[in-house]
Structure formats: structure tokens, C-alpha cells
């Protein structure tokens, strides 16, 4: 009996001792939760603007869709690449991601330029959605080394001055701070262009260095503007856009699963619309903050305005005759972008335009 009692407990203790190392075994071989794709997302915006939080909501989306699976920090206020040197960092692999403005880098994307000639846009969606359905349509080489996300663009460029300008008469003489293309929308409607940054406009304006500014309304509210201008004028038959990129590293696209970047071009899809909404929504709200100011707003009639129309149409045409001569698509761009126009919003004066 006493052997007995003894073979069992030696039993015991063997199966013990037989089990341990195999639970522990069984634990230590489980499947690790894969580690998540990081990217770095560089914005050149304040993290307090409308456009900032859209981009950071485009990050979030995508980390929730692929299920954790890509997570993206993102850099606001150009922290990790200033505005103009955005898309060398994203080719340079400083950030995987970047988010800038075409214009920064004037003559480097040609053709893509036709987007900020001044067309006649009226919203923002309108001018986000034209943006985008050009570069899918045409795929500019121009953008070799990146995969572009997408394209949009800022609600209308209108003017604002501190005297009322009503007439094309009106603008004779008017020194007006511009940028990039704008300057020679300014040029064609008969007044003086002053190149300056936005920052450095409120000061000038308020010291009569400038007349006025070119700037889509949302400026009046974010850059207070408004407290130093008297009246808007909306020569939207004149009115241009500037197009904005979101663009990833080739290199980081390719590495990314076919099932991850199908998820995202799902996202960029959606996210045109919500960036031009939020233009929209900062249009609204500098309209709002002008008008509880008692700024007016002069709204040109249909003659007036197809005589600003007339007046920046040479810029058209002069887009088409550059490309033709670095033999790109020019003449097709423009009929492109003034179909997509007139698909969004019916024929209007602003424009009943074609291109030679």
C-alpha cells in the first residue's frame, strides 16, 4: 500500500513538472499583435485652422478603418517642414506624408497651375472638386516620387479694399496685396500687385502700404482683416482658387499592403468634399464676422462682373500658349477644368468661357 501511495505522488509530481514547461511554451509561442504601420504627416497650417483638424481627422480615419493597423503623428504649423519646402521633405522621406500648397513652389507643377487661374469659382467644394478630378483625369508627371492623396482648393478669391471698389474703373491704381497667380489676376483688372505674406498684411493694410488684398473671405475673420477693410467686392468672374496637395512618399505607398491602400483611397475620396466644406464653413464664418463688423459686401451685376471676367481672360489663354510650349496638355487642362465647372454649377456668366 505504502508503494503504492509512493508511485502515485512520484506520478503526480512528474505530470506537474511535465505540464509547467508546456503551458509556459504554449504562452511564450502565441501570436504577437502585429506592430502598426508609423507614418509622420507634415501640416503646414496651425493646428487651431479648419483645414488642420480636417487633416487630422483623415489621420484618425485612417487608423480606425485599417483597425489600428496604420497610426499617423501629425506635425502641425510646419514643424516638421515649412509650407515651401513640404514636398521636397515628403520626397525626401523628413515626413512620410505632407500637406501644402502647389503654389510655394510656383513653375514646379506647370500644368497643374490651371487650377488657380481665375475661372470663375464660387465655393470651395466646387473648386476642391475640380482640383481633384483634374489630377485623375490627367496624372501629371509633374508629380513623379509621390503618390498624391488628393487635391483641393480654397473657396473663392475676391477682393477687399478699404475704399469700395464697384466698378473695374474703381480698381485704376489700387495697390493690392497679392501672391503667386493672384498677382497677375490684380495686373489684369488694372490694379498695382504687392507681393506680401499673409501675416504681414493686416499691419499694411492698417498703415495704407496696401489698398486692399486679394484673399478668399475666410482671411477677413482668421487673419482679422476685417478690421481693416472697409468692403468686399465679389468679382466671382474673376475669381480664382489655389490649389493644396496631400501627398505620401512612393516609396512608403508601395509598402503598404493592397488591402490598407485600398482603404485609404476610399478615405481620400471623401476627404475632397470635407476639405471643401471646410473652406465653406471658414467663408461663412468670415462673411459672418464682416458683416457683424458693418463692413459692406458688394455683390457686381451679371454686366459688371462679365467685364472682370473679360479682363483676366488673356491669363487663360496665356496658360495655354506656356504649355504649348513645354508640349503639354494645356488647351485640355482648361476645357477640362471650365466642364468640370460648368458640371457643378450650370452655365453662369462666371463661366461661359472656352478655351482656344
Known amino acids: 500500500m505504502e508503494k503504492t501511495r509512493v508511485c502515485l505522488t512520484i506520478l503526480v509530481v512528474v505530470c506537474i513538472v511535465c505540464l509547467l514547461p508546456s503551458s509556459s511554451f504554449a504562452q511564450r509561442n502565441q501570436p504577437s499583435p502585429a506592430k502598426p ?150 495686373k489684369a483688372l488694372g490694379g498695382t500687385p504687392v507681393s506680401m505674406p499673409m501675416g504681414e498684411t493686416y499691419d499694411s493694410l492698417s498703415r495704407g502700404i496696401v489698398d486692399g488684398s486679394m484673399a478668399p473671405i475666410e482671411s477677413l475673420k482668421s487673419y482679422k482683416w476685417g478690421e481693416v477693410v472697409k468692403a468686399t467686392t465679389e468679382d466671382y468672374g474673376a475669381a480664382y482658387t489655389t490649389a493644396f496637395f496631400v501627398a505620401m512618399n512612393s516609396d512608403v505607398w508601395n509598402s503598404l499592403p493592397p488591402d490598407i491602400q485600398k482603404i485609404i483611397e476610399e478615405i481620400n475620396e471623401e476627404w475632397v468634399d470635407r476639405c471643401g466644406q471646410a473652406w465653406d464653413r471658414g467663408d461663412k464664418s468670415g462673411r459672418e464676422f464682416v458683416k457683424q463688423l458693418g463692413n459692406q459686401i458688394i455683390s457686381l451685376s451679371p454686366q459688371e462682373d462679365a467685364r472682370w471676367a473679360a479682363a483676366v481672360r488673356p491669363l487663360l489663354d496665356e496658360y495655354v500658349a506656356s504649355m504649348q510650349e513645354k508640349k503639354l496638355p494645356g488647351k485640355e487642362a482648361l476645357e477640362f477644368c471650365l466642364a468640370e465647372l460648368k458640371k457643378q454649377t450650370g452655365p453662369t456668366t462666371n463661366i461661359r468661357r472656352s478655351a482656344r
Open 37 to 186: 504601420i508609423s507614418l509622420t504627416y507634415s501640416v503646414f497650417l496651425p493646428p487651431t485652422h479648419e483645414l488642420s483638424i480636417v487633416s487630422g481627422d483623415w489621420a484618425k480615419e485612417i487608423e480606425k478603418r485599417t483597425g489600428g493597423r496604420v497610426k499617423i503623428t501629425v506635425y502641425y504649423g510646419g514643424t516638421l517642414t515649412p509650407a515651401d519646402k513640404c514636398y521636397d521633405g515628403v520626397l525626401q522621406r523628413i515626413s512620410d506624408i505632407g500637406h501644402s500648397c502647389l503654389a510655394y513652389t510656383r513653375g514646379r507643377f506647370p500644368l497643374s497651375e490651371v487650377i488657380d487661374l481665375p475661372l470663375g469659382y464660387q465655393n470651395g467644394v466646387q473648386a476642391s472638386r475640380v482640383a481633384y478630378a483634374f489630377y485623375k483625369k490627367f496624372q501629371p508627371k509633374e508629380f513623379e516620387g509621390v503618390k498624391i492623396m488628393y487635391l483641393h482648393a480654397h473657396g473663392p478669391g475676391i477682393l477687399h479694399t478699404k475704399v469700395p471698389v464697384k466698378t473695374l474703373e474703381d480698381m485704376k491704381g489700387k495697390k493690392i496685396r497679392c501672391t503667386g497667380l493672384a498677382a497677375k489676376v490684380v
